[in-house]
């Protein structure tokens, strides 16, 4: 059995009789006043109770896509200039 592989179910943190079981189902929010909907998103849902859990990885992707600043170009810092020498006119200009 490879462990590197993630369960195939696990049981129900909310009635503790089920098992919950990887799906794929619709997935809704609303980002300001509109309702999105995401087709096949990656879930475990519990064969008792009903109860979901969205796969972390998923939503972590599905807030990148939807923040309104992903593809914006990162703001410009100016760049330090470097410190001006100024000689000290009490010193002479080596020859």
């Known amino acids: ?7 195939q179910s696990y049981p129900c943190k909310e009635c503790q009789a089920g098992m919950l079981r990887p799906t794929y189902l619709t997935y809704f929010t609303w ?9 096949n998103f990656p879930a475990w849902v519990c064969d008792v109770c009903g109860r979901r ?17 992903t593809g914006k170009p990162a703001p410009r810092r100016p760049r330090p200039r470097p ?13």
Do not use: C, F, G, Q
């Open 1 to 7: 059995m490879n462990e590197n592989l993630p369960p």
């Open 31 to 39: 980002l300001d006043e509109e309702l999105v909907t995401v087709p």
């Open 53 to 69: 859990e969205y796969d972390e990885r998923a939503i972590s992707w599905l807030v990148t896509l939807l923040n309104p600043e």
């Open 83 to 95: 410190p001006v020498n100024k000689r000290d006119s009490s010193h002479p200009l080596p020859k």
